[in-house]
């Protein structure tokens, strides 16, 4: 069955303290990898989508990054304004349906 | 404005009711989905359409009635809504198939007592 993993659940950080967030799948056939942004009360943001193993795609102080098996999404010297829930989907095989992880809340302190 | 709009964005009704909730798009994008979004499933896609009066089921459509007489609107009928359907609501468009980001809306907190 396919199937999207985040860890961890949540993570708390100081401002400036670099991470990393982790999305492991399994599926056939990876068509896109994608990372979101959901602030409390909205709809998700669109970041990045990620085709092939060995990608990368930088925003600011993130950077995605795929391997056959997961993507991770490093913050690097955060900011309390990077405090948000972050989301991982794929979209595998010929089912145009998008696959989508629990999600990691991130929390940044001053 | 350009852009997604849902409305309401907050619904209380009651066991029973049918309800609808409202999707808008501006852009004129091909595709439109329906997701609920609850505590421990992550985002979960109820009904989509690639065009007007083309709609498809996804993974949790049972209670649930969608209709595409118009690119721009998505409208999503909850025919008979039930406690088990209280959620938050994302309607979300894309302008073409395959592995590109979608736009949402800010969602419609709907609850069933």
């Known amino acids: 069955e396919d199937q999207v993993t985040q860890s961890p659940e949540a993570l708390r950080l100081q401002e400036g303290e670099s991470s990393s967030l982790n999305c492991s799948y399994t599926?056939?056939?990876?068509?896109?990898l994608f990372w979101y942004r959901q602030d409390p009360g909205k709809g998700p943001e669109f970041l990045f989508t990620l085709y092939s193993a060995g990608e990368e795609k930088e925003k600011e102080r993130l950077k995605a990054t795929l391997t056959k098996k997961e993507s991770f999404l490093h913050i690097t010297a955060p900011k309390p304004e990077d405090s948000a829930t972050y989301l991982c989907?794929?979209?595998?095989?010929?089912?145009?349906?998008?696959?989508w992880g629990a999600g990691t809340k991130l929390i940044i302190k001053p | 404005d350009a852009g997604i709009t849902q409305s309401p964005r907050y619904k209380i009704t009651e066991t029973g009711r049918q309800v609808t909730l409202m999707c808008h798009q501006t852009?004129?994008?091909?595709?439109m989905f329906w997701y609920r979004q609850d505590l421990g499933h992550g985002l979960r896609l109820i009904y989509y359409?690639?065009?007007?009066?083309?709609?498809d089921k996804g993974e949790v459509p049972d209670g649930y009635v969608v209709s595409r007489s118009k690119t721009e609107n998505f409208p999503l009928t909850l025919e008979s809504a039930t406690r088990s359907q209280t959620s938050v609501y994302f309607c979300?468009?894309?302008?073409?198939?395959?592995?590109?980001?979608?736009?949402f809306g800010s969602g419609t907190r709907l609850t069933v007592v």
């Open positions: 852009w004129s994008h091909s595709y």
């Open positions: 599926v056939s056939g990876l068509r896109g």
């Open positions: 979300a468009s894309s302008d073409r198939q395959g592995p590109y980001g979608y736009t």
């Open positions: 359409s690639a065009a007007a009066d083309i709609t």
């Open positions: 989907a794929v979209q595998a095989g010929s089912n145009y349906q998008l696959i």
